[in-house]
């Protein structure tokens, strides 16, 4: 449930992943001081490699090299991003595995409530919640949750609002899925297969 509050950086990096116009260079943290118990043990490597995994996958957020996306809420056209794991302090976003205690008191001093369990993005930092890293989504065994959230709070750096579900078919990424489906089934990806990407109504919650 808590840890130390520092964190120890994953060694190392990738070379660019995509080809999309914006470069995102992303650094991986684990919260030092956790008490794995029986837990499997998440090291900084072991975690970088899990986030490189959902960034890189089929239907990621690279995909957006060959299916710009447009978001009229924030006045994004034609956006497309590639990504780089890096290891030093020239980055644009950083990914924190941290215990529920730390992303609770780090996520309230933005004025974000995350009870526990949710994961939060504020500024250049995501934190993601370790009780949900370990246990996943109720209800949805199989659901890759870490592409899940790794995807949805990578989209709040991207400039993403929380969207509704628009009625049926795939949740958008960004509605809040652990929450409330609302007619759209699990889905742990921005594009579908042939590139469409998902979205529904803005959300203000």
């Given at each position: 449930?808590?840890?130390?509050?520092?964190f120890?950086?994953?060694s190392g990096g990738t070379e660019v992943v995509g080809s999309g116009a914006t470069l995102v260079r992303y650094r991986v943290e684990v919260e030092d001081g956790i008490q794995w118990g029986g837990n499997p043990v998440w090291t900084p490597v072991k975690t970088a490699a899990e986030?490189?995994?959902a960034i890189g996958a089929p239907r990621g957020w690279t995909l957006s090299a060959e299916h710009p996306?447009?978001?009229g809420p924030?006045?994004?056209a034609d956006a497309s991003w590639s990504f780089q794991r890096v290891s030093g302090n020239d980055y644009s976003v950083r990914l924190r595995l941290a215990t529920p205690?730390?992303?609770d008191k780090l996520c309230a001093s933005v004025g974000v409530s995350t009870q526990g369990i949710y994961s939060c993005r504020y500024g250049q930092t995501i934190l993601l919640n370790l009780r949900r890293w370990l246990k996943g989504i109720a209800g949805h065994p199989g659901e890759d949750f870490h592409a899940n959230t790794i995807n949805h709070e990578m989209g709040h750096f991207l400039g993403f609002d929380h969207m509704k579900c628009?009625?049926?078919g795939p949740a958008p990424i960004m509605q809040t899925q652990t929450i409330a489906l609302n007619g759209c089934t699990m889905n742990s990806f921005p594009f579908t297969a042939d590139g469409t990407f998902v979205q529904g109504p803005r959300s203000r919650s």
């Amino acid at each position: 449930m808590s840890g130390a509050g520092t964190f120890t950086v994953a060694s190392g990096g990738t070379e660019v992943v995509g080809s999309g116009a914006t470069l995102v260079r992303y650094r991986v943290e684990v919260e030092d001081g956790i008490q794995w118990g029986g837990n499997p043990v998440w090291t900084p490597v072991k975690t970088a490699a899990e986030v490189e995994r959902a960034i890189g996958a089929p239907r990621g957020w690279t995909l957006s090299a060959e299916h710009p996306v447009t978001y009229g809420p924030n006045k994004l056209a034609d956006a497309s991003w590639s990504f780089q794991r890096v290891s030093g302090n020239d980055y644009s976003v950083r990914l924190r595995l941290a215990t529920p205690g730390t992303v609770d008191k780090l996520c309230a001093s933005v004025g974000v409530s995350t009870q526990g369990i949710y994961s939060c993005r504020y500024g250049q930092t995501i934190l993601l919640n370790l009780r949900r890293w370990l246990k996943g989504i109720a209800g949805h065994p199989g659901e890759d949750f870490h592409a899940n959230t790794i995807n949805h709070e990578m989209g709040h750096f991207l400039g993403f609002d929380h969207m509704k579900c628009p009625g049926s078919g795939p949740a958008p990424i960004m509605q809040t899925q652990t929450i409330a489906l609302n007619g759209c089934t699990m889905n742990s990806f921005p594009f579908t297969a042939d590139g469409t990407f998902v979205q529904g109504p803005r959300s203000r919650s």
